[in-house]
């Protein structure tokens, strides 16, 4: 029979636990943290104090929904980092307690190659589309900004970064600056379906290689709503759709320029999205445009699996467990990974 691998992710504002069986997702339940809301951004000590009280429930519910007992467990899955170091500390610490109690080895997961990985997952009543060796992968979160070669399942290379903030960190910034509620991805994401994305120009960024940058972005857009505001107040409110419509369009080219651009150097036709970002539609249709044009294979993932999520980390662990990478007990969380 298929192993069972209990996954959990506790590095940013959700804490998620999900079990697989092979590579079919049994459960996957998320809690989000409402706590941050009201502050316009996660609040690193109240995201590990949450992760505390949600982690136990989280667990159970979703060995629960999966249908399992506990004693079927053969692995259990947990996010190293990148991420919060005291929200980090609680998966890894639970994960070590629960490994102990019940006798099984656990596997530790770099995010971001969990992000990628949510490609290789498969749904109980279909099987996903799944990329093919090499593929690229353009990593959009709120934390970071990559053009990723994917060799195979393990092996992973950045080609590309960003210099500066991610692409969610724009969406996010500049919601603010609009005074949109936080996360303002998913926020600007639905004005600017009612916006025309033509109506401003902001500057894209030049920078060399596959690199990114996005705080320029920021920056000028900042000013731009400053110099509006003078001569207007009312600015902001009277031109919120082709603001977000706009601004969402620029975060949008300036991805698919460097994607393209990989793409051409590689030789690869293979091309999938992961991450928070991904969920965005623009971006999403944009990919996907792109790839009638240029004869790509697209991968987009299934909604549930663009934002945090503990089955990516279960998918990676699962994998790891099968080359018997196994973590030791003294492992710690990592704040900051360089590679993949
Ligand atoms: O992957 P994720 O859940 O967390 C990190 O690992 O960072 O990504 C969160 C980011 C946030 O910046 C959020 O605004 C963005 O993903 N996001 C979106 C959309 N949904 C989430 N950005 C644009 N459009 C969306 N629909
Ligand atoms: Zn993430």
Redesign the pocket.
Known sequence: MDITILGIES????TSAAVLRGRTLLSNVIASQEVHRKYGGVIPELASRAHQQNIIPVVDTAIKEAGISRSEIDGIAFTRGP?LLGSLMVGVSFAKGLSQALNVPMMEVN??QG?ISSHFIDLPDRTLPHPQFPFLCLL?????TQIVLVKDYAQMEILGTTIDD????A??KC?KVMGLP?????????LAKEGNPKRFKFAKPSVDGLDYSFSGLKTSFLYFLRDQMAENPQFIEENQADLCASL?ST?IDTLMIKLVKAAKSYDITDIAI??????????RNAITEEGHRRGWNTFLPEFKF????AAMIAITGYFKYQRGEFAPMDIVPVARVNQL
């Not at 991610?166 to 960190?169: F, H, Q, V």
């Not at 663009?306 to 999520?309: A, G, H, L, P, S």
């Open positions: 590095s940013c504002d959700d991420g995010h971001l992000h959009v979160s709120g934390g970071h991610a692409a969610g960190e969406f996010d919601a936080y996360p303002g991805g998913p926020v600007i994401d639905r969402q975060i992961a991450g928070g970002v991904s969920a965005n539609s623009g971006l663009t934002t945090d999520n």
